[in-house]
């Protein structure tokens, strides 16, 4: 019995918007994907101008928000993989902001 292997090719991001309830992904391919916010307690907890400032990471493969130090891959959007932050680092984070 053979197998075939079957390449995937990830698109790469040329847009991304942000609302209360989305991240919403526009690929290099034509489709726009999104996912709640939720997923990412990150952006569920940042306000409208820190969700506004991200930037492309490599040719698109990710989203990186400095001001939440937050990074998003494409590939895992695609795969249905939420944050894997634990809630211990979490907490650590929102308590950082409190302090600011």
């Not at 952006?43 to 698109?60: F, H, I, T, V």
């Not at 990074?71 to 902001?97: C, M, N, Y």
Request: aromatic share 6%; proline share 4%; glycine share 8%.
């Amino acid at each position: 019995m053979t197998t075939s292997v079957i390449k995937i090719e990830v698109p790469n991001a040329n847009d991304v918007i942000v609302t209360d309830d989305s991240l919403i992904i526009e690929l290099d391919d034509g489709r726009t994907v999104s996912v709640p916010t939720a997923w990412y307690p990150r952006l569920l907890n940042a306000s409208k101008k820190e969700r506004e400032n991200w930037r492309l990471l490599g040719k698109g493969c990710g989203i990186h928000w400095e001001s939440l130090d937050e990074d998003i891959s494409v590939e895992g959007i695609l795969t249905g993989q939420p944050s894997g932050e634990s809630q211990a680092s979490f907490k650590k984070w929102i308590e950082s902001r409190i302090e600011k």
